[in-house]
T-cell receptor, first 114, second 112 residues
Framework: EPEVTQTPSHQVTQMGQEVILRCVPISNHLYFYWYRQILGQKVEFLVSFYNNEISEKSEIFDDQFSVERPDGSNFTLKIRSTKLEDSAMYFC????????????FGPGTRLTVT | QKEVEQDPGPLSVPEGAIVSLNCTYSNSAFQYFMWYRQYSRKGPELLMYTYSSGNKEDGRFTAQVDKSSKYISLFIRDSQPSDSATYLCAMSAGSNTGKLIFGQGTTLQVKP
């Protein structure tokens, strides 16, 4: 069964550093998403991406964040100048069409900022 | 008022029990409703989705949506220890956005 994969599973970085979280969505999916989950809190939407453009972003997704689809398979989230409060699980998701229904999530990358 | 509210539990039931998990919401624009299961330190796994009001059944799972009350439920029949997980409700306003709004999640433990 096709699945979304994410690397690394755990990333430790120092405050102020830049990190890139990587995702490989399901191959025939066209819509991609990043969510995050701070420990003990809700899963929060960050950004959706389609046709090499951001479709929607949340207020969390400020200039510190960027997304890219550098090739036909990868989808990345870059976090610049990381802060302690960026420590969270970051989930990539993909769907065959927009909207909804059937967003499939990856296993997540645990980001720890020290 | 929070956009989506879900009792975090924990909810503990004996094996074989019927489990009822619920969410309430405030945004009347929500039309699509999903339930995800999340095991510890794993990604959410889509269980069921429904559109608008009504019921949907899949094996031991039944999802109900009551838009007039802004209330959704997930029922699990004949619960198993393997059902022990956190259950997240999620909602979307429509097909022009992929943004899902999640509840806090309810932690369920099914005891053998």
């Amino acid at each position: 069964e096709p699945e979304v994969t994410q690397t690394p599973s755990h990333q430790v970085t120092q405050m102020g550093q830049e990190v890139i979280l990587r995702c490989v969505p399901i191959s025939n999916h066209l819509y991609f998403y990043w969510y995050r989950q701070i420990l003990g809190q809700k899963v929060e939407f960050l950004v959706s991406f389609y046709n090499n453009e951001i479709s929607e972003k949340s207020e969390i997704f400020d200039d510190q964040f960027s997304v890219e689809r550098p090739d036909g398979s990868n989808f990345t989230l870059k976090i610049r100048s990381t802060k302690l409060e960026d420590s969270a699980m970051y989930f990539c998701a993909s769907s065959e069409r927009q909207g909804l229904l059937e967003q499939y999530f990856g296993p997540g990358t645990r980001l720890t900022v020290t | 008022q929070k956009e989506v509210e879900q009792d975090p539990g924990p909810l503990s039931v004996p094996e074989g029990a019927i489990v009822s998990l619920n969410c309430t919401y405030s945004n009347s624009a929500f039309q699509y409703f999903m339930w995800y299961r999340q095991y510890s330190r794993k990604g959410p796994e889509l269980l069921m989705y429904t559109y608008s009001s009504g019921n949907k059944e899949d094996g031991r799972f039944t999802a109900q949506v009551d838009k007039s009350s802004k209330y959704i439920s997930l029922f699990i029949r004949d619960s198993q220890p393997s059902d022990s997980a956190t259950y997240l409700c999620a909602m979307s306003a429509g097909s022009n956005t992929g943004k899902l709004i999640f509840g806090q999640g309810t932690t369920l433990q099914v005891k053998p």
